[in-house]
């Protein structure tokens, strides 16, 4: 049973940064996918940044630029560094975790505002 710690969310103003993170508990074998999505007040939700236990990346479009993606493998963390924050980034953002033949794994969600 592996269990998703998130932190690091908040209020920023318009052009600032926060850092989130994400620490996995329990031990994970194998090829797996940690990411991070948001959903945004009448939204869906959406992926906004993953990257595997190899090292690979992908960023959505709309955070390019912007938003950085890590990992730690040896401590099973996850890291999201997210500058030059718009109003529009505005959202819950929830830790994701994927391994094969198993079902995903969520955070409880870590708020994020960013005001005008």
């Known amino acids: 049973q592996v269990q998703l710690v998130e932190s690091g969310g908040g209020l920023v103003q318009a052009g600032g940064s926060l850092r989130l993170s994400c620490a996995a508990s329990?031990?994970?074998?194998?090829?797996?996918?940690m990411g991070w999505y948001r959903q945004a007040p009448g939204k869906q939700r959406e992926l906004v940044a993953t990257?595997?236990?190899?090292?690979?990346?992908n960023v959505a479009d709309s955070v390019k630029g912007r938003f950085t993606i890590s990992r730690e493998n040896a401590k099973n963390t996850v890291s999201l560094q997210m500058n030059s924050l718009k109003p529009d980034d505005t959202a819950v953002y929830y830790c994701?975790?994927?391994?094969?033949?198993?079902?995903?794994?969520w955070g409880q969600g870590t708020q994020v505002t960013v005001s005008s």
């Open positions: 329990g031990s994970i074998f194998g090829f797996n996918v």
């Open positions: 990257i595997t236990s190899t090292g690979s990346t």
């Open positions: 994701n975790l994927k391994r094969l033949l198993q079902g995903d794994s």
